[in-house]
């Protein structure tokens, strides 16, 4: 008899060796595989139903918004790229070029777009004209390229997806309501849909997008004790304007520089997911999110309990609502306990088990995902338990990260106690810092935690001394080591 294939049992505990478990979770999950190009990746339909989820659930939020899609061009001009100095030495290590198109040798460089300013702004300037054409609020889900030398699967690849905003407004106000606005939209859909809690706030001058005015950042923590920025919203002031002139003639019959903000998240989602929720056994996905919510596995040991089984299995699927993510695994060529492991690794939410004894009792048995407890339904329960069950998980999912990030919060009063902390057990560290980026610069150093942002409740913590200098300080930061 042929040996059943091993998945969990070949998986390393995260304890062992979480970058290990990290990459292992995504092959064997088949969230995605490695490309032939360098530093690349495949994302397999598993995990691109993942993104395709995340996708639709936060483009509804967008268009809420006032927000509306278009699409821009991948290659962008080197003469474009190159008009806005600080932008381009920001991304300069990691563009790629394309030089030649069939046999000739192009007369001017195209860059691989590692953001959109230079090729939007560039159109902005046709299309904006009066300030009867503002705000104009546009997104656009796309992949960009960034020449990365190290690269993990969804958390730093060479090409990526992701979905980027870019907005023209009239005034210094309105740009900043719309940086902070579309950061709360961030907030709200990364901690309601995929259960990850952040910590909103402003990044500081090192750290912030090369060209922007402020840069404002969600960050959340993950099961190995490193930050990750979760997604970031900018406020362009008219930098990008008088680079691309963008200008518009306002109420008073004045041309004017016009105000920018941009905002993205990525593909890098799918790997803060993995890290926050997962565990020894797998993946743990998020119901709202989750590919399948709910896997139904038929338990039978000959031809007559398959085909009782088999019409229970059918009648349950047609009793459930629509909009559930439901897939029965009929697959015969392997056991139930096989099939238990690979829907567990995969971090499918609730497990439904039906057998010739729950046909006899007109009932199901479901098991949880995260705690594996039991729960047994009767099939005319079952309509409206199972989604109350996956929004209980849901919750729960949510107030378990939440738990795992305050335990592992604290406060530092010296660099001796931040380097402690982050070399012991790593984590969210709150430490005064005061603002100059030689301190920022000389704790990295020293430590390898960077300042992952400035809380917006920062200022209520009243004040302390810089953790580096000594200099009095009201400022109290994040670090952390990060991703």
Partial sequence: MTEEPRFVEDLTDQT??????????????????????????????????????????????????????????????????AAEAEHVE????????????????????????????????????????????????????????????????????????????????RTEEEGQEETMKMLEVYRDFVETEMAIPVIKGRKTEREKFAGAEATYSIEALMRDGKGLQAGTSHNLGQHFAKVYDITFQDIDGERRYAWQASWGVSTRLIGALIMVHGDDAGLIMPPNVAPIQTVIVPIWKNDEEQASVSAMVSEVQALLPKDLRVEADMRGEYTPGWKYNEWELRGVPVRMEIGPKDVQKRSVVL????????????????????????????????????????????????????????????????????GDTKCEEAVQAETGATIRCIPFDAREHGKGKCIKCGAESDIQALFAKAY
């Fill in 16 to 81: 062992d060796n979480f970058s290990r478990w990290y990459t292992e979770v995504i092959l064997k999950a088949e969230l995605a595989d490695y490309a032939p190009v360098r530093g690349c990746m495949v994302i397999r339909p598993y995990g691109f139903a993942l993104w395709e989820n995340i996708q639709r659930l936060l483009d509804g939020r967008i268009k809420a918004t006032g927000h509306k899609n278009a699409y821009f061009p991948l290659l962008v001009p080197e003469s474009l790229l």
């Fill in 90 to 169: 920001g991304f300069a290590p990691q563009v790629a070029w394309v030089t030649q198109g069939g046999n000739d040798k192009l007369e001017e460089r195209l860059a691989i777009r590692p953001t959109s300013e230079a090729i939007i702004g560039t159109m902005y300037s046709k299309w904006i004209q009066s300030h009867r054409d503002l705000p104009l609020l546009i997104n656009q889900w796309a992949n960009v390229m960034r020449w990365e030398m190290t690269t993990r699967l969804f958390l730093r690849t060479a090409e990526f997806l992701w979905q980027e905003g870019h907005t023209v407004h």
């Fill in 367 to 434: 098991v949880r995902r995260d705690n594996r407890k039991k729960e047994f339904v009767p099939i005319d329960e079952i309509a409206t338990r199972l989604p109350a069950l996956l929004q209980e998980f849901q919750n729960d999912l949510f107030q378990r990260a939440v738990q795992f990030r305050e335990e592992n919060t604290c406060e530092a009063a010296t660099l001796e106690e931040l380097n402690a902390t982050i070399s012991e057990k790593r984590g969210f560290v709150k430490a005064f810092w005061c």
